[in-house]
């Protein structure tokens, strides 16, 4: 980074003794988000500095388990937790063979990125083939399964543990909220991507959220 563009307050690289401040460390951003506070005047100028540092275009992919209620109400918080954990241990290393990386898991949720779309829609599928072959919890048990949703687009990438974006905002809407378990739903940007590549989809339906977005929604064929 220019020293010339940092905001004043904020360590230099190497300074003091200290480790120098990676590019797009969780350190770095918070101080950027921190001079914003502090300097409301220079905020736009910040807000860009924080698209250099932490701006990439990439595909995103979020799942969301299916079945929460159900396994609560019938075997217990403990049963579903079990379930989440056999989850994780499914997905990380299917994302990581189609070169993605498992971002952050929140409850039954997991947060992926990828360079491109194709490994995000190789990485589903490999995960939906792999959970088949997982056994329920218990006999009377839903089997484990998953609602994707994939986005591509900009993004704020922070320090390859946390992701800010449009894209992450719509693939969470469709994973958590419009996907039937099992399911592979795109957004409008992700879809035409696939398609550009090669990837055939289909339009399967579009939402109106609040402020007025219209949430298009593609399948893969």
Do not use: W
């Amino acid at each position: 980074m220019n020293p010339a563009d940092e905001p004043s307050g904020l360590m230099p690289a190497g300074a003091g003794g200290t480790p120098p401040i990676r590019h797009n460390s969780r350190e770095h951003f918070e101080a950027l988000l921190d001079a914003m506070v502090a300097r409301p005047d220079e905020r736009s100028r910040i807000a860009a500095q924080i698209e250099r540092d932490f701006g990439e275009v990439r595909a995103v992919m979020v799942l969301d388990m299916s079945g929460f209620s159900i396994t609560t109400q019938c075997h217990g918080i403990a049963c579903f937790l079990l379930m989440i954990h056999q989850l994780r241990a499914v997905a990380k290393p299917a994302v990581e063979m189609a070169g993605g990386l498992v971002v952050k898991a929140e409850a039954d949720n997991l947060y992926c990125m990828f360079e491109d779309v194709p490994q995000a829609v190789a990485a589903a599928r490999e995960i939906n083939a792999r959970l088949e072959q997982v056994p329920p919890v218990y006999p009377d048990s839903p089997p484990i399964s998953v609602a994707t949703g994939i986005g591509y687009g900009h993004i704020l990438n922070i320090d390859e543990k946390d992701m800010f974006g449009d894209e992450l905002n719509l693939a969470s809407k469709l994973g958590e909220d419009v996907a039937e378990p099992g399911q592979i739903l795109l957004t409008e940007a992700a879809s035409a991507r696939a398609r550009a590549l090669g990837i055939k989809t289909r339009e399967c339906g579009r939402d109106m959220h609040a402020s007025s977005l219209v949430l298009a929604r593609f399948e893969l064929r």
